[in-house]
């Protein structure tokens, strides 16, 4: 997943062999898989001492109890809150990001202007503010949307000002000769100019997003994957603490990689 | 010559201390194709933006005198880009007035499939502007005005990024069209040959922001003609001395 507002770097330039390099990333990825299971293992099993509770951390614990968990049935529950709450966060996010990124995109003297707020504003960790998401909203998915949002509102903002930023005059000035009000300039040139950049925002977005739910999902909520770490924990079960992580780690990819397919690969650079 | 559509009137504009227009009367008569003749920086631009709406006086008036409603004479304009949206198809570029209330009552579909085919764009009409050639694209740009059927067409320097084979083209496809649509043209370039090819009337500006004249040339000429033209040589000589008073101030 991104966590960094930035877009990893374009796929270096492929050779003509195409078929045979796509196979063999394939196979590399999979020994690497192997090789990361096998240093968790070793970990875990070999080198820890059989009284020590990595022992209960190891694969062979661990991908069981997700089955566990599964058949207590709380894992599905928890999977769907916590991609309602990451949804929900996201929404806002947007239509925040969007208009904001708009209107700092349009007027340059608001886009200077906003500068020193905004940047001291996205250094913050959006975690910080979990103590006063949860005092002005009590315990429950707000104040949890309220912090998947703060932490995905940023991306969105820079790549739509970005966006709003390259869009050529002359497709304004075309616009409003054609006889376009503001609005439907908006809607007509300045929204669909702008998509490619909204979207790559999304993207990292959602990268951020999932980062930040599961640890607010450790603050004052009763349900969600990160309510489940907790939970385990005090249970003292740390191979289900180890399976939920494994769930977080294969969502997280899973969206990322949908997210790649539905908004394509973020063809424009990021802020 | 019919009414006139539209007319300027003692016509300033000012940028700064430098006056582009100073005092430029123009009438622009109906079924006419005016060529406003001028060298880079003579302020046929401005002139051209101020017909279009799109730039305010600093002194003197715009007219529609003939309007025959409240809203006055509609003025499209063509600019020296397409200016193509490059995420519609060039279907979808045409028929973008379309999409604006201002055009509602004057736009509609079946027109934009005629001019496809009377801008001979049927074969590219579900392309995007990236697969267009400069020519191609120049028309669809003009399709797109000419579609929300404006009574005045305004076109600045619209063929001055192609070369020179299709620009010659596109000259007597513009005045084809011109007449089959019956539209008014106001062009402004800086090519004397296109003036005269294009033009039933032309106004030379004079580079200090005042018009140098004026004339009427209604015998339609062809390409190999134009040499020969009786009003050649004249623009000629008046592009001459100003390049010249420009050169010396």
Not at chain 1, 209 to 227: D, R
Not at chain 1, 229 to 244: E, G, H, P, T, W
Not at chain 2, 211 to 221: E, I, K, L, M, S
């Amino acid at each position: 997943m991104s966590t960094a507002e930035t877009i990893s770097p374009p796929p270096v330039t492929r050779s003509p062999r195409t078929s045979r390099t796509w196979a063999s990333r394939l196979g590399l990825q999979l020994l690497a898989v192997v090789v990361a299971v096998a240093i968790w293992w070793v970990i875990t099993s070999v080198l820890a001492s059989p009284t020590s509770m990595l022992q209960d951390f190891a694969p062979q614990h661990a991908i069981p109890a997700i089955g566990a968990l599964a058949a207590q049935g709380v894992l599905f529950p928890d999977i769907w809150t916590s991609l309602w709450r990451l949804l929900v966060g996201l929404l806002i996010a947007v239509v925040l990001g969007v208009v904001t990124g708009l209107a700092i995109g349009t007027w340059q003297s608001l886009e200077t202007a906003s500068r020193p707020v905004f940047q001291f504003l996205r250094m913050v960790s959006p975690l910080s503010w979990a103590p006063v998401a949860i005092g002005l909203f009590g315990i429950g998915d707000r104040p949890v949307f309220f912090l998947v949002a703060a932490a995905a509102v940023w991306p969105i903002v820079l790549n739509t000002a970005a966006g709003v930023r390259s869009i050529d005059q002359g497709f304004l000035l075309a616009a409003r000769s054609l006889g376009a009000t503001p609005a439907e300039t908006l809607t007509s040139v300045v929204l669909p100019a702008i998509r490619p950049h909204v979207l790559t925002g999304l993207r990292l977005a959602l990268g951020i997003g999932w980062v930040v739910l599961v640890p607010a999902e450790m603050l004052g909520v009763t349900s969600g994957l990160g309510y489940e770490i907790l939970n385990s924990r005090d249970q003292l079960a740390y191979d289900k603490v180890m399976a939920v992580i494994l769930v977080i780690g294969l969502l997280g990819s899973i969206l990322d990689a949908l997210a790649r397919r539905a908004l394509g690969t973020g063809n424009r650079q990021a802020v | 010559m019919g009414t006139v559509a539209l007319r300027l009137t003692g016509a300033t504009k000012r940028y700064g201390d430098n006056a582009v227009l100073d005092g430029v009367d123009l009438d622009v008569e109906r079924d006419s194709r005016l060529v406003v003749l001028g060298h880079s920086g003579s302020g046929k631009s401005t002139l051209l933006r101020v017909l279009a709406g799109l730039e305010e006086l600093d002194a003197g008036a715009l007219t529609r005198p003939d309007a025959d409603d409240a809203r006055g004479a509609v003025v499209g304009t063509v600019f020296q880009q397409p200016l193509l949206l490059p995420w519609l198809t060039v279907r979808d570029n045409i028929a973008l007035g379309g999409r604006y209330r201002a055009n509602k009552a004057r736009f509609d579909a079946a027109h934009v499939e005629e001019l496809i085919d009377l801008f001979g764009l049927r074969a590219q009409a579900d392309l995007l502007p990236s697969a267009l050639s400069g020519g191609q694209a120049q028309r669809v740009s003009i399709a797109r005005v000419v579609a929300v059927r404006p009574d005045i067409l305004l076109l600045d320097e619209p063929f001055s990024a192609l070369d020179p084979a299709t620009r010659r083209s596109l000259q007597v496809w513009l005045r084809d069209a011109a007449a089959a649509l019956g539209l008014t043209l106001v062009m402004v370039t800086h090519d004397v040959d296109e003036a005269l090819y294009l033009a039933t009337e032309v106004t030379l500006l004079d580079g200090s922001g005042r018009a140098a004249g004026h004339w009427r040339c209604d015998a339609p000429t062809g390409h190999d003609d134009l040499a020969d033209h009786p009003l050649r040589a004249t623009l000629l000589a008046g592009y001459r001395s100003q390049l010249g008073a420009a050169a010396a101030s």
